[in-house]
């Protein structure tokens, strides 16, 4: 019994609604129609949010990594022993 009055009274204010600010308002309240659409845009907010932070922090340590391969004196270039030049035979 109590589960119906609570339901007879949102019932009753959405009517009201109705009154004051039009069958818009109130087909917008009762309808769910789109709600999944709502749902979808906020997933792809927050997806574009995440993958935002994520690419900020991410170029500087792109950034660090490089030019830590790229330093000459403990990066891959001081791993890089050139050959001894070949030296011919005077026949």
Not at 41 to 63: I, R
Request: hydrophobic share 45%.
């Amino acid at each position: 019994m109590r589960h119906t009055n609570v339901i007879c009274t949102l019932l009753s204010r959405i009517s009201r609604l109705g009154e004051k600010c039009g069958p818009i308002a109130v087909r917008f309240i009762r309808e769910d129609d789109a709600q999944d659409l709502i749902e979808y845009a906020f997933l792809a907010a927050f997806v574009a949010t995440a993958g935002m932070f994520v690419l900020l922090n991410l170029s500087s340590d792109v950034a660090n990594a490089y030019s830590s391969w790229l330093d000459p004196t403990s990066g891959v270039p001081s791993l890089w022993d050139p050959a001894d030049s070949v030296t011919s035979s005077g026949s």
